[in-house]
């Protein structure tokens, strides 16, 4: 049975944040915040059944609101990932956006989704997160509102559901930022290149220097990006220059069901995350922009220094500036139409068949 508790998390603006907890009978819980509707943390037992917390957070609000710059954790819109050159047209009208990652635009821009505090509803177990972007908001044009649903199942698996509708023509492109680390948080470089990774892509699309895409797309085939079949990230990460921040494009991809994206296992811990989802593409980012080991780290839950490659995310998504390319699944979002998004982080753990003494 999965249980959910409600507790404050701080006050941001005169508004009080909230905190969701649930915890199912195994030890393994989530804990989700309603500023950004951002993933807190994720506590999942090991094949020895010990707890860990495998997402990079902040133990206070104030983390979250004045240096979460990596976007640890939360929901980022209208439009996540990258809008070339800051700005696309709808009709004939241009929108200008904020210029917050060079020329281009990232991540919904300086004050996005991750910088509100998400109105909030209990049904049941389940948590809904509101938001309502007004038109102008960022530069995007339409009233949009907003709804996220975060769900806990007895089977360790949180399911997350977005959906938005729009008063006038606009792009949207949701998803969770989490930066995961199956051997916990507090692990660092060293065991993420540990993980051994299966992403459900046959090719991927091709960047300029910028990461911007130019519409084509790479075969995976016989390069460091084939991970369909498992692959250990240390063998792989330094033969793509920084590590990896691309979009995969999922091969069985519908939009009518859920889609297996990836499977991730520790081998030390046994834990495993398998990602289902029914969008077309996820970016595999490992955490580049972390504070290299030279520069003073981001501190992040229980004092914890966060360096670059010490964690990983996969962010379910529509292909980056979909907007400009008209061979992309289509990212504008028409009046009377509902978008829709959902995704599925399953977690387990390898267990051990015979009694274990662990160490005094």
């Not at 195994?26 to 090991?46: E, H, K, L």
């Not at 990212?331 to 399953?346: D, F, N, Q, S, T």
Request: aromatic share 12%; proline share 4%; with cysteine.
């Amino acid at each position: 049975m999965v249980t959910l508790n409600v507790e404050d998390f701080g006050q941001h603006h005169g508004e009080t944040v909230s905190k969701f907890t649930w915890r199912a009978s195994d030890g393994f819980s989530v804990s989700v915040i309603s500023y950004g509707a951002t993933i807190q943390s994720i506590q999942v037992p090991d094949k020895y059944g010990i707890t860990s917390d495998v997402v990079l957070g902040f133990d206070e609000l104030d983390g979250y609101v004045n240096r979460n710059t990596p976007y640890l954790g939360t929901t980022v819109g209208r439009c996540a990932n990258r809008i070339g050159g800051a700005k696309f047209s709808i009709d004939g009208t241009t929108y200008q956006l904020a210029n917050n990652i060079g020329k281009d635009h990232l991540h919904g821009g300086i004050n996005g989704f991750n910088k509100a505090n998400w109105n909030s509803t209990v049904d049941g177990t389940k948590v809904i997160f509101s938001y309502l972007s007004k038109d102008g908001e960022e530069g995007y044009p339409g009233d949009l509102i907003t709804n996220i649903t975060y769900e806990v199942t007895e089977d360790n698996a949180l399911h997350v559901d977005f959906m938005s509708t729009t008063t006038k023509k606009t792009v949207v492109n949701l998803t969770n930022h989490s930066y995961f680390n199956l051997a916990g948080h507090d692990t660092g470089v060293q065991e993420i290149y540990n993980h051994i990774f299966v992403i459900n892509a046959d090719k991927i699309t091709e960047t300029d220097s910028g990461s911007i895409p130019t519409g084509g797309f790479i075969s995976v085939g016989g390069t460091p990006y084939d991970l369909r079949v498992p692959t250990k990230l240390g063998d792989v990460i330094n033969k793509t220059g920084n590590g990896f921040d691309d979009n995969f494009c999922i091969s069985t991809y519908t939009n009518k069901s859920l889609n297996f994206v990836s499977r991730i296992l520790h081998p030390s811990s046994g834990r495993t995350l398998e990602v289902y989802s029914d969008q077309p593409g996820v970016q595999f980012y490992t955490s580049n922009s972390l504070p290299a080991p030279q520069e003073s780290a981001l501190v992040g839950k229980q004092g914890v220094g966060y360096r670059r490659h010490g964690a990983f995310c996969l962010e379910t998504q529509n292909y980056p500036d979909a907007v400009h390319h008209t061979n992309f699944p289509r990212a504008v979002l028409y009046p009377g139409e509902v978008y829709k998004h959902k995704v599925v982080y399953r977690f387990a753990a390898q267990k051990l068949q015979y009694p274990i003494v662990l160490p005094a």
